[in-house]
C-alpha cells in the first residue's frame, strides 16, 4: 500500500483536543507521523489539502442497517450497529455476522440485543455476545417495559462493564402513537403520545441505573425535558450519556406538515421549544453523541398514509452537513462536533480509530466544510433516499475517506 | 366569510328543493362516472353519495373495500392507480388513515371529494351542519356552537372547528379530559372540560358519537358514568338558550351521548333534516367540482 501524504490541511484531532494546520503521513495502515513540513517517502502519494479538514473517520454511533454505501459517502468509518436485524442480533454468532458485513469497507460495531429476540423478557446472552464483539448492549428500537427486567439488565451488564443503550420512550404512552402531542398532531388528526413519554422513561432508567451501578446511555434524546434529567443525572456525577440526531436540532412537528411520511420518526418530531432544547442540549455537552439513526426505507414503506408509513429516515449520508448547519447555526463548534462524531462514542464505547496520534490505525476523513450541495432525496447514497431534508441546501463535502489506510473515496 | 362557502350553500339550497319533489332526477352528470371508494366501513355516508350522484345522473359505482382487500397486498397507491385507469369523472373517498384521501388525490386525475380520512376531516359533514345551522336561524355569523363529545377521534369535529369559525360562528370544544386533544385552542375555540359550562347560552349544540370500544375503561369509565357527566339531556340543556338547536351527525348512540327526549324533539332537533342536507350539500359538492370537465366536453 503507497503511503500517503496530507500537505497542509487543517488537522483536527478531537480525541486530543488539538487543531492546527499540519501534515500527515499514513504508512502501513496507521497514521505515521504529524508535524510540520514532514519528508515525502519516495513512493508516496501527495495530497494537497490546504483549505480542508483532515480528522479522524467518523463513527456513527446509531445506525439500524448496515448500508457502506451511505456511510462512505457520508465520510463515516465505524458504526454502530443496533440489534433490531432480522433476526436480531441476540446471540454471539449473529453478532459476528453481522461485525463481518460490513467488511472490508466499514467497521460495524455490533450491539448486543438486551433481550431474547429483543422481547424484553429474558436476558440474552451479554458475556458471549461481548466476546463476539459485541461493544455495547442496546434495548433496540423500543424500550425495556418492565422495571424488574431493566434492572436486571443494568446490573448484569454492569458486572460485564457493558453500557447499556437505553431507547428514551415509555412503551406504554406509545403505543399506537404515530406522532408527538402538538398542535400538528391534532390538526392532523394523528394518534400521537406526550413529550412526557420521554422523560418518564429517562427518569426510571436513571433511578435503576444508580440502583445497578451501571452506565447507561440514551440512544436518542429528544426532548426539553429529556435533556434536563441528563443534564441533571451528569451534574450529580451519574455515569450517563446522551446521543440525539440531526432532525431532533433541525426540524420540529410543522414537518409532518401535509402528512410527510419522511418525518415520521421515532422518536416523533417535537414542538419547536424541545428543538431548542435539542440545540442547548448539544452545545453544552449534555447531548455529547450526534447520530445518523440511519433507517433506510424504501418508497413502498414510505409512500403510504402517514399513520402506515414505516418510522425512520435515512441519515449516514447527511450527517456530516447537517451537523455542519449546527456549525453554521453557532450551535456547536467544528471541533465540538468532531468529537460528538468520533471522539465521544470511541470513549463511551471503547472504539479506536479517533485520534489523529502517531500509531492510531488510519481512518481519516478529508472533507471541505465549505463546498456547497443540496440534499436530494432520489440521489442520496446507499440503499433509500427517504430523508426529512430533501431539498435543503447544506455544505460539507466529503473528498477523501481512508480505512486502515485504504482509501476508501477520493 | 369566504364566498366560496357562501356560494356552496347557496348553490345547495336548490337542491333542497329538488329533493322534495317527487321526480328529483336532474341529470346534469349525465354520462359522468362517479366512484364512491370507501376503504372504512360506512352506511349512511355512502347512501348519502350514491344519492346525490344519481339524482344528478352520475352512473355511480361503489366500492367498498373495507381496508381488508388492501391489506391482501396492493397498496394505496396502486389502488388509486387503478381507479384512475377506470377513467372516472369524480371520486369519493373514505379512509380510516388521517391523510390518505389527499395521498390518492395526487394520483389521479379527476376531482376526489373527502369523505372522511381518519380523525383529520370530513368536509361534506360540516357544510352540512353549517346549511342546517343556517336554514333553521338565519345565519351562522355569531352564533354560539358547542361541539361535545369525542373531539379528541373526530374528524367532524375538525371540519367543522374550521368552517363554523370561517363563517364567524364562537364555537366550543366540550369534552372529558381524556378525549380532547391537546392544543384544541390553536383552531379558535375555546375548551371546556364540564358540559354545562360549555352548554351556557349555547344556540346551537352538535353532540359526537362516542365509539363503543372507547367507553368501556380505555377513555372514560363506563358508558353510564359518560351519560352521567356528558350526555345531553333536557334538564342539562337548559343551561343553552331556550331555541337551541340540537344536532348530530349520527349514528347516535341514545342513553350514552344523548338521551331520547332530546334526540326526538322536533322542536330542537335538527338530526333528520341534517340528513337531508347531506344529499342537497353533496349535490352541489359534485355539480361545481365536475363542472370544469363538463365545460370542456
Given at each position: 500500500?503507497?503511503?500517503?501524504?496530507?500537505?497542509?490541511?487543517?488537522?483536527?484531532?478531537?480525541?486530543?483536543?488539538?487543531?492546527?494546520?499540519?501534515?500527515?503521513?499514513?504508512?502501513?495502515?496507521?497514521?505515521?507521523?504529524?508535524?510540520?513540513?514532514?519528508?515525502?517517502?519516495?513512493?508516496?502519494?501527495?495530497?494537497?489539502?490546504?483549505?480542508?479538514?483532515?480528522c479522524p473517520g467518523l463513527i456513527d454511533a446509531t445506525v439500524f442497517r448496515t448500508d457502506v454505501e451511505a456511510a462512505v459517502a457520508?465520510?463515516?468509518?465505524?458504526?454502530?450497529?443496533?440489534?433490531?436485524?432480522?433476526?436480531?442480533?441476540?446471540?454471539?454468532?449473529?453478532?459476528?455476522?453481522?461485525?463481518?458485513?460490513?467488511?472490508?469497507?466499514?467497521?460495524?460495531?455490533?450491539?448486543?440485543?438486551?433481550?431474547?429476540?429483543?422481547?424484553?423478557?429474558?436476558?440474552?446472552?451479554?458475556?458471549?455476545?461481548?466476546?463476539?464483539?459485541?461493544?455495547?448492549?442496546?434495548?433496540?428500537?423500543?424500550?425495556?417495559?418492565?422495571?424488574?427486567?431493566?434492572?436486571?439488565?443494568?446490573?448484569?451488564?454492569?458486572?460485564?462493564?457493558?453500557?447499556?443503550?437505553?431507547?428514551?420512550?415509555?412503551?406504554?404512552?406509545?403505543?399506537?402513537?404515530?406522532?408527538?402531542?402538538?398542535?400538528?398532531?391534532?390538526?392532523?388528526?394523528?394518534?400521537?403520545?406526550?413529550?412526557?413519554?420521554?422523560?418518564?422513561?429517562i427518569a426510571r432508567d436513571l433511578r435503576l441505573a444508580r440502583e445497578a451501578g451501571a452506565a447507561l446511555h440514551f440512544a436518542c434524546v429528544s426532548t426539553a425535558e429529556g435533556v434536563a434529567l441528563v443534564r441533571e443525572a451528569r451534574a450529580a456525577g451519574q455515569d450517563v450519556t446522551a446521543g440525539t440526531a440531526p432532525a431532533y436540532a433541525l426540524l420540529n412537528e410543522?414537518?409532518?406538515?401535509?402528512?410527510?411520511?419522511?418525518?415520521?420518526?421515532?422518536?416523533?418530531?417535537?414542538?419547536?421549544?424541545?428543538?431548542?432544547a435539542v440545540r442547548k442540549g448539544l452545545s453544552d455537552g449534555t447531548l455529547s453523541i450526534l447520530v445518523s439513526r440511519h433507517d433506510p426505507r424504501t418508497q413502498d414503506d414510505k409512500r403510504q398514509p402517514f399513520a402506515d408509513a414505516a418510522p425512520g429516515a435515512a441519515g449516514s449520508a447527511t450527517l456530516l452537513a447537517l451537523g455542519l448547519t449546527l456549525v453554521h447555526d453557532g450551535v456547536l463548534t467544528l471541533p465540538a462536533l468532531l468529537a460528538a462524531l468520533s471522539a465521544a462514542p470511541a470513549r463511551r464505547f471503547g472504539l479506536p480509530g479517533a485520534s489523529l496520534s502517531p500509531g492510531a490505525p488510519a481512518d481519516l476523513l478529508l472533507f471541505d466544510p465549505d463546498a456547497p450541495w443540496r440534499i436530494d432525496a432520489d440521489t442520496l447514497a446507499g440503499i433509500a433516499g427517504n430523508t426529512p431534508f430533501d431539498g435543503l441546501p447544506v455544505t460539507g463535502k466529503v473528498l477523501r475517506l481512508l480505512k486502515g489506510g485504504e482509501t476508501l473515496l477520493a | 366569510m369566504p364566498w366560496e362557502i357562501g356560494y356552496l350553500l347557496d348553490e345547495a339550497e336548490q337542491w333542497v328543493d329538488a329533493g322534495r319533489r317527487t321526480r328529483k332526477h336532474d341529470g346534469r352528470l349525465e354520462g359522468l362516472t362517479q366512484i364512491n371508494a370507501f376503504f372504512e366501513n360506512s352506511t349512511r355516508t355512502l347512501l348519502s353519495f350514491e344519492i346525490a350522484g344519481k339524482r344528478l345522473g352520475a352512473d355511480v359505482v361503489n366500492l367498498a373495500a373495507g381496508a381488508s382487500s388492501l391489506k391482501k397486498g396492493e397498496t394505496l397507491l396502486d389502488t388509486a392507480l387503478t381507479l384512475n385507469a377506470m377513467r372516472p369523472d369524480v371520486i369519493v373517498i373514505r379512509h380510516e388513515s388521517s391523510g390518505a384521501v389527499a395521498l390518492i388525490a395526487e394520483k389521479v386525475d379527476c376531482p376526489v371529494l373527502n369523505a372522511g380520512d381518519g380523525r383529520h376531516e370530513h368536509p361534506t359533514q360540516a357544510l352540512l351542519d353549517a346549511l342546517t345551522i343556517r336554514r333553521r336561524k338565519g345565519r351562522v355569523e355569531g352564533l354560539t356552537v358547542a361541539i361535545c363529545g369525542d373531539i379528541l377521534h373526530s374528524r367532524v369535529a375538525r371540519s367543522n372547528f374550521h368552517l363554523l369559525a370561517a363563517l364567524g360562528a364562537e364555537v366550543r370544544a366540550v369534552a372529558p379530559p381524556t378525549l380532547m386533544p391537546p392544543h384544541v385552542e390553536r383552531f379558535g375555540v375555546t375548551a371546556f372540560t364540564d358540559m354545562d359550562e360549555g352548554l351556557a347560552g349555547a344556540d346551537v349544540v352538535m353532540m359526537l358519537r362516542l365509539q363503543l370500544e372507547r367507553?368501556?375503561?380505555?377513555?372514560?369509565?363506563?358508558?353510564?358514568?359518560?351519560?352521567?357527566?356528558?350526555?345531553?339531556?333536557?334538564?342539562?340543556?337548559?343551561?343553552?338558550?331556550?331555541?337551541?338547536?340540537?344536532?348530530?351527525?349520527?349514528?347516535?348512540?341514545?342513553?350514552?351521548?344523548?338521551?331520547?327526549?332530546?334526540?326526538?324533539?322536533?322542536?330542537?332537533?335538527?338530526?333528520?333534516?341534517?340528513?337531508?342536507?347531506?344529499v342537497a350539500v353533496r349535490m352541489a359538492c359534485l355539480d361545481i367540482l365536475t363542472r370544469p370537465r363538463r365545460d370542456a366536453a
Open positions: 500500500m503507497k503511503p500517503v501524504l496530507f500537505r497542509n490541511a487543517r488537522l483536527v484531532d478531537p480525541w486530543n483536543g488539538t487543531d492546527r494546520i499540519g501534515d500527515l503521513l499514513v504508512a502501513e495502515r496507521i497514521i505515521a507521523a504529524t508535524g510540520a513540513g514532514l519528508a515525502a517517502p519516495a513512493d508516496a502519494e501527495i495530497v494537497e489539502a490546504s483549505g480542508k479538514l483532515l457520508g465520510g463515516i468509518t465505524s458504526v454502530l450497529l443496533m440489534p433490531d436485524q432480522s433476526p436480531p442480533l441476540d446471540d454471539p454468532a449473529l453478532v459476528e455476522r453481522a461485525e463481518r458485513l460490513g467488511k472490508p469497507r466499514l467497521w460495524v460495531r455490533p450491539l448486543a440485543a438486551a433481550t431474547r429476540n429483543l422481547n424484553g423478557r429474558e436476558l440474552a446472552e451479554l458475556g458471549l455476545m461481548q466476546e463476539a464483539g459485541a461493544v455495547a448492549v442496546a434495548t433496540g428500537r423500543a424500550a425495556i417495559a418492565d422495571a424488574k427486567v431493566m434492572l436486571r439488565l443494568l446490573r448484569y451488564a454492569a458486572g460485564l462493564d457493558l453500557v447499556v443503550i437505553a431507547h428514551a420512550e415509555c412503551p406504554f404512552l406509545t403505543a399506537g402513537a404515530v406522532a408527538g402531542e402538538g398542535e400538528y398532531a391534532t390538526r392532523l388528526g394523528l394518534a400521537a403520545a406526550p413529550a412526557a413519554a420521554e422523560a418518564v422513561q410543522t414537518a409532518l406538515a401535509g402528512y410527510r411520511s419522511f418525518a415520521r420518526l421515532s422518536p416523533p418530531l417535537r414542538e419547536e421549544a424541545d428543538r431548542l | 367507553m368501556e375503561g380505555a377513555y372514560v369509565p363506563s358508558t353510564r358514568e359518560y351519560f352521567r357527566s356528558h350526555g345531553l339531556t333536557r334538564a342539562r340543556l337548559k343551561a343553552a338558550k331556550p331555541d337551541v338547536l340540537v344536532m348530530h351527525p349520527g349514528p347516535m348512540n341514545r342513553g350514552v351521548e344523548i338521551d331520547s327526549a332530546v334526540a326526538d324533539d322536533i322542536q330542537r332537533s335538527a338530526i333528520a333534516e341534517q340528513v337531508e342536507m347531506g
